[in-house]
Antibody
Framework: QVQLQEAGPGLVKPSQTLSLTCTVS??????????WSWVRQPPGKGLEWIAY???????HYNPSLKSRLTLSVDSSKNLFSLEMTSMTDADTAVYYC??????????????WGQGALVTVSS | QSVLTQPPSMSGAPGQRVTISCTGS?????????VHWYQHLPGRAPKLIIY???NRPSGVPDRFSGSKSGTSASLAITGLQAEDEADYYC????????????FGGGTKVTVL
């Protein structure tokens, strides 16, 4: 059974860069069928997709966040990472990593991490 | 404003049926993209309960069922139980604006 675990700072200052990692266990991140994703949920709001990456390096970003994002994969450690620059209060949220199955008729998330709360505050 | 529209809240007594709607447009559900549903309990990881509009992953009770027609989809919970009290989100793919994975705004289901 695949498990995902987020790790990162709980607190980030405005204008700084957020760095999060997601360690995958129970499955190989090099499995060709899956993409590795980030989703967030601001307090009191719904889910928002951030981006996903394949182990071959292909990335797809939410257009509204694209200019601030960098995703990467470390297959030797079976983990993937997110960097988001220029953090503001609006980026305060629980950040989830998730495994995404991509097929022609649409993609779905079949496994999720427990989430990591990131607060942006000075 | 979410690309997929859901009612903010719904409620039902134990044993009753609740149906949650998810309305999209011609750039997502209307184009033939499937819809997927997640159950989200506070402080927990979201859980996939319906994929490809009508399919249940292994282990999900058959009280949960999904359907899709045109630009709309729905999730039905029959025989409502206290443990079903949660937030429910629909999700699909939108082909507009360079393409995006999109979620509905979520529906809070309360068991009375």
């Amino acid at each position: 059974q695949v498990q995902l675990q987020e790790a990162g700072p709980g607190l980030v200052k405005p204008s700084q860069t957020l760095s999060l990692t997601c360690t995958v266990s129970g499955a190989s991140i090099t499995s060709g069928d899956y993409y590795w994703s980030w989703v967030r949920q601001p307090p009191g709001k719904g889910l928002e997709w951030i981006a996903y990456i394949h182990n071959n390096g292909f990335t797809h970003y939410n257009p509204s966040l694209k200019s601030r994002l960098t995703l990467s994969v470390d297959s030797s450690k079976n983990l993937f990472s997110l960097e988001m620059t220029s953090m503001t209060d609006a980026d305060t949220a629980v950040y989830y990593c998730a495994r995404l199955l991509v097929i022609p008729r649409g993609d779905w998330f079949d496994s999720w991490g427990q989430g990591a709360l990131v607060t942006v505050s000075s | 404003q979410s690309v997929l529209t859901q009612p903010p809240s719904m409620s039902g007594a134990p044993g009753q049926r609740v149906t949650i709607s998810c309305t999209g447009s011609n750039s997502n559900l209307g184009t033939g993209y499937d819809v997927h549903w997640y159950q989200h309990l506070p402080g927990r990881a979201p859980k996939l309960i319906i994929y490809s509009s009508t399919n249940r992953p292994s282990g999900v009770p058959d009280r949960f069922s999904g359907s899709k027609s045109g630009t709309s989809a729905s999730l039905a919970i029959t025989g409502l139980q206290a443990e079903d009290e949660a937030d429910y989100y629909c999700q699909s793919y939108d082909a507009g604006l360079s393409g995006s994975v999109v979620f509905g705004g979520g529906t809070k289901v309360t068991v009375l």
